[in-house]
């Protein structure tokens, strides 16, 4: 059974960090791509940034790039989403997923999704 557990969101004030973690169990982790996407109130989901578990080559949208970095501990089956500089148009519920295909930024592409972690971030 796939499991992805997400955790560290929290209410920060703008230009403040965050780290947030997605615990995985149950996947081949080598042959998934992990992603994180956000999903404000009254938006669509949309894809954050995306890790190759097998390489580390990582992948960014551009409102994140330059202050947000993902990784991963092979050891301890997580994912991380560092999160620096934030602004309060960050605001959302974060979700980690997984895809077991290709580096995609489709969320429907991806097939495990964790139950999300709420960050706030006040002007």
Do not use: H
């Not at 780290?19 to 669509?44: D, H, I, N």
């Not at 993902?70 to 989403?81: E, F, G, H, P, Q």
């Amino acid at each position: 059974q796939v499991q992805l557990v997400e955790s560290g969101g929290g209410l920060v004030q703008a230009g403040d960090s965050l780290r947030l973690s997605c615990a995985a169990s149950g996947l081949t982790f080598s042959s998934y791509v992990m992603g994180w996407f956000r999903q404000a109130p009254g938006k669509e989901r949309e894809f954050v940034a995306a890790i190759r578990w097998s390489s580390g080559s990582t992948y960014y949208a551009d409102s994140v790039k330059g202050r947000f970095t993902i990784s991963r501990d092979n050891a301890k089956n997580t994912v991380y989403l560092q999160m620096n500089s934030l602004k309060p148009e960050d605001t959302a519920v974060y979700y980690c997923a997984a895809n077991k295909q290709y580096v995609s930024r489709r969320s429907f592409d991806y097939d495990y999704w964790g139950q999300g972690t709420q960050v706030t971030v006040s002007s």
